[in-house]
């Protein structure tokens, strides 16, 4: 009796490597597999990769209709800590929601360093937002706008689910406001990668953060021929390369 | 909302889902109800040193307080299971699912999905809900979302996110139990499908013969075995004497293994 099941391949995954080990987190709405690629190259570098699946996604769209942000951020943990059990130290790296999740993570748990791949700083202004607590009763989903990938095979084999619930959009604002909150105590080094094509997030996102880091190692890295999904893009062995390197600098190795 | 929440980390020390390497066949291990993966970690530890890949999932809900385990569904559970199952087949190809209790009940629903080298269920439940009981729950749920556990009831309850040394909360998210209804539902479906060998084992102290009979009779396609013991309280795996369980599911992992042709 199948009433519910991990969508094929977008299920969670776990690359056994060397003792560093890295936590790959994926965006709202997505799966795990945007995060495989990254995944698969990190741990051909040796290191030992988890790519956790977070509460509520890459199952059914109601799902996450019951998901809270914190429920998100106790994934998270759950990544960390099934890590630690088999790695010497841990890094984190995330794409979108995933970014913010990696800064929360810099904040308030020991890790190495963090990676955040095209993090909005806060959601797209939109005057219906302020209305998004009534909006939810009316308008439960909210249509995903066009696509702006760049690499149209990795579009056509992409899962995630076909539209953003409405309740979820609120959490995702919470877990943008607990993100904030945390960026001036962050201590550790932090890479913040985004790209100049990216419909998804407001340009200024990536600058915004930067500024709040309170880490002084902090670096950026640009990239052009990107949409939002960087990771899955023409570009993502310059992204790979870069958090590999940045890795690799942080722990020493 | 309280002021000082949130307060990190947000899962109780321990009890988040651990994982250890290992090269012999992997052991997949799920906590109960109320419960948090701490429960299954001295187990996890000892089959980690007998070289075994480990993996201790928190269910969904679980290990973080009380008022979280009312806001998930059974589908919830299975999916931290299959997320468990999925992560682990990254090690090793062959996988022994362990469970306790509720963890038994989920993991037999889910043993014909992922089909393991065999199934360790400890003190399976087998839970009839009555219409009367049906009832209440609904009753309960509803207006009494948060119910001190039974043997808690005439005690202060200091940390609401754990049962004072005992790895579980001290409350019941009466909603919940509106989906272990559903678990048992479930159960009574799929025990038939299940193909996989399976070891059953339990205490008199907590199961009676009749409870497990019904689970029994219905295992009509597979291969059982079953081990009783006498004194032992229902959390076999964090008994006293629950080095005796630990063996018992140490030589039955090596048996399927020899059988299986894994090592």
Known sequence: MRESYLLPTAEPFFLPGGKTGVLLIHGFTGTPKEMRWMGEYLNKKGLTVLGVRLFGHASRPEDMLRARWWDWVASLEDGLNMLKGCTSDQSVAGLSMGGILSLIAAAHYPVKCAIAISTPYALPPDPRLKFLKIFQFFYPRVPKGESDFHNKDAEKDHVDYPYFPTRSILQLQALLQEMTRGLASIKIPVLLIQSHADHGIPAESMNRIYEELGTKQKETLWVEDSGHVIVREPEREKAFKATFDFISRCTGK | ?263
């Open chain 2, 1 to 263: 909302m309280n002021p000082t929440w949130p307060q990190y980390p947000l899962i109780v020390p321990n009890a988040g889902s651990f994982l250890f390497r290992g090269d012999k066949v992997g052991c997949l291990l799920v906590h109960g109800y109320t419960s948090s993966a701490e429960e299954m970690l001295p187990l996890g530890e000892f089959l980690a040193k007998q070289g075994y890949p480990v993996l201790g999932i928190r269910l969904a809900g679980h290990g973080t307080h009380p008022v979280d385990l009312s806001r998930v569904r059974y589908v919830d559970w299975l999916n931290s299971i299959r997320d468990g199952h999925f992560l682990l087949k990254g090690m090793v190809d062959k996988v022994v699912l362990i469970g306790q209790s509720l963890g038994a009940m989920l993991l037999l629903i889910c043993t014909p999905e992922i089909s393991p080298a065999a199934t360790i269920a400890i003190s399976t439940p087998y839970i009839k809900f009555t219409l009367g009981r049906k009832i209440v729950n609904r009753f309960t749920s509803t207006f009494f979302p948060l119910v001190p556990k039974w043997h808690l009831r005439k005690k202060k309850i200091n940390d609401i996110r754990r049962e004072g040394n005992y790895p579980a909360y001290p409350l019941v998210a009466t909603r919940s139990i509106l989906e272990l209804e559903k678990v048992q539902g479930s159960l009574e479906n799929t025990l038939g499908d299940i193909r996989t060998p399976i070891l059953l084992i339990q205490s008199h102290k907590d199961l009676t013969e009749e409870s497990l009979a019904e689970i029994t009779t219905r295992l009509t396609n597979t291969k059982y075995e079953s081990i009783w013991h006498e004194k032992l309280d229902h959390s076999l795996v964090l008994d006293n004497q629950r080095q005796l369980v630990f063996d018992e599911i140490n030589q039955y992992i090596r048996k399927i293994a020899k059988k299986g042709g894994v090592s």
